[in-house]
């Protein structure tokens, strides 16, 4: 599929993975977090940016006049906290919203009470089902680090605590699936703790085709890293940007507008 992108997506391809080493370096050098802190920005009256590093002003720069309302988190948290999909619920899009963590669902529940929008899954993601031990973070069982993963390195032996609890893990397909989803829904966001290379593998591209993908960085297993910018790539996406420690995927087929380089799907050449 690769061989088949427009010069320029190629180009852009290129510069985009040289700005993805350079992201990753800054990283291990501790500088992801450089700009955490919620921000501020209202465009035109839509919902303030709630997110880490101004994830959502990117993504509303990608997302165009057309584009279904349709979105899911997974990793979302409290839906409150950091979150790059609240000022989109509010906003009135659709919403599948998946967190893992018992201790913090309820939460995420009262966040979107009331909201006819938003369907909530208290289950984790991987690529494959079954039960599995997710590990509460070291910040505290409430905390927004829980995760599935067991690698080990300094990341994890600062971040990960010995407590778990035992959850739910279905594959995105299925939780799609149950849901009568669209296959071309505009947003994907993945925030799992060192599992959303797992997490996309258990999305079938041949039945959900999201637009736009935004991704957790996890540097600290490099292969893993790889192997990752690998799927997207052979799946048809192209790297668009780093923001904080989220990079950011177009489906090749709407590179184009997404960019502004032409105003609809009309205009692209068959």
């Known amino acids: 599929m690769r061989k088949m992108l427009p010069p320029r997506v190629k180009a852009a391809g290129r510069r985009g993975l040289t700005a993805i080493s350079k992201g990753i370096d800054r990283l291990l050098a501790g500088d992801g977090n450089a ?7 209202v ?11 101004g994830e959502i002003s990117a993504i ?12 899911v988190d997974v990793g979302a948290h409290d839906g409150i906290t950091i979150s790059n ?10 919403a599948i919203l998946v967190e893992a963590n018992p201790r913090v669902y309820p939460a995420l529940e009262r966040a979107t009470a009331g909201m006819r929008n938003v369907r909530c899954a ?48 279905r594959t995105l397909t299925q939780l799609l699936d ?7 829904f505009s947003l994907l966001l993945v925030d799992t703790e060192g599992m959303d290379y797992e997490v ?14 935004v991704t957790e960085e996890y540097p600290w297993n490099p292969e893993k890293s790889r192997d990752k910018f690998r799927l997207l790539l052979d799946r ?5 940007a780093q923001v904080g420690c989220n990079t950011m995927w177009i489906a090749n087929e709407h590179v184009d507008v997404c960019l502004g380089i032409v105003s609809s799907t009309r205009e692209l050449s068959p």
């Open 236 to 240: 048809g996406y192209s790297f668009n």
């Open 43 to 53: 465009e035109d009256g839509a919902v303030d940016d709630t997110s880490q590093a």
């Open 85 to 94: 999909s609240r000022p989109l619920t509010l906003s009135g899009w659709e």
């Open 35 to 41: 700009q955490a802190g919620p921000s501020a920005i």
């Open 178 to 184: 149950e849901s009568r989803w669209p296959k071309d």
């Open 200 to 213: 996309l593998v258990g999305l079938d591209p041949d039945r959900y085709r999201p637009r736009i993908v």
């Open 122 to 169: 208290n289950v984790a993601c991987s690529d494959r089902p079954g039960v599995s031990p997710l590990y509460f973070g070291s910040d505290s069982p409430g905390g927004a680090m829980a995760t599935l993963c067991t690698d080990e390195n300094p990341w994890f032996d600062a971040a990960r605590s010995d407590a778990s609890t035992e959850v739910e893990v």
């Open 60 to 71: 509303r720069a990608l997302i165009k006049d057309g584009f279904p309302k349709y979105l």
